[in-house]
C-alpha cells in the first residue's frame, strides 16, 4: 500500500510539472494604438523666368504666349481655395520718353482654359477666351485664375496670351518690362 501512495504521489508531481511547463494562452487579438501626421505646405506660384512675344510695327498688335503659370497648393486645408493675379510694369526700350514706353494699360491679358489641373473644388480662369481679354496694370491686379472650395492639395497650369497694343508712335527697340503672377 505504501508502494500505491508513492506512486500516486509521484504521478500527481509529474502531472503538476507538465501542468506548470504548459505555456500560457494568448489572446486571440490585440490594438495598437497608431498616429501619423499630414503635413501643411505652402501656396504657391511658379512662372517662365523669360518670355519673347515676337515683333511688330507701331499702330499694330503682339500676341504671343508668356508660357506655363503653375500654381500648387499644398497647404492641406479644408476650404483649399486661391485667387492668382497678375501685374505689370511699363515695357521701355532706351529712355523713358514717351515714344521709348509702352504701358501696361496697353497690354491685354487672358489666361485661357486650364492646360492642367489636379484636387477637387472649381478650377475658374479669369479670361477665358480671347474676347475676354482685358488690359493688365502696374496697381490693380487682374484676376488670371481662381479655385474655390475643394479640400486638401490641388494644382492648376495656364498658358496665358499678352496682345501688346503697339502705340503708334513707338520707336524701333526692344521693349523690356515685368509681369508679375501672385497667389494668395
Request: aromatic content about 6%.
Amino acid at each position: 500500500m505504501r508502494t500505491a501512495k508513492i506512486c500516486l504521489a509521484g504521478a500527481a508531481a509529474a502531472a503538476m510539472v507538465g501542468f506548470l511547463a504548459a505555456p500560457a494562452a494568448a489572446d486571440p487579438t490585440d490594438t495598437t494604438a497608431t498616429t501619423f501626421e499630414v503635413l501643411a505646405g505652402t501656396l504657391d506660384i511658379v512662372a517662365p523666368t523669360n518670355a519673347d512675344l515676337g515683333d511688330g510695327a507701331p499702330g499694330g498688335t503682339i500676341t504671343g504666349q508668356l508660357g506655363t503659370v503653375t500654381v500648387t497648393d499644398s497647404r492641406a486645408s479644408d476650404n483649399a481655395s486661391w485667387a492668382a493675379t497678375v501685374t505689370a510694369t511699363v515695357f521701355q526700350t532706351g529712355g523713358s520718353s514717351p515714344p521709348e514706353t509702352v504701358l501696361p494699360e496697353e497690354i491685354d491679358y487672358w489666361s485661357g482654359p486650364a492646360t492642367a489641373t489636379t484636387g477637387d473644388g472649381t478650377f475658374t480662369p479669369g479670361q477665358v477666351a480671347a474676347g475676354d481679354a482685358a488690359p493688365l496694370s502696374s496697381v490693380t491686379p487682374l484676376t488670371a485664375f481662381t479655385h474655390s472650395g475643394g479640400t486638401g492639395g490641388n494644382t492648376a497650369a495656364w498658358n496665358p496670351t499678352l496682345v501688346v497694343n503697339v502705340p503708334l508712335d513707338s520707336i524701333a527697340g526692344i521693349y523690356t518690362g515685368t509681369v508679375t503672377h501672385s497667389v494668395a
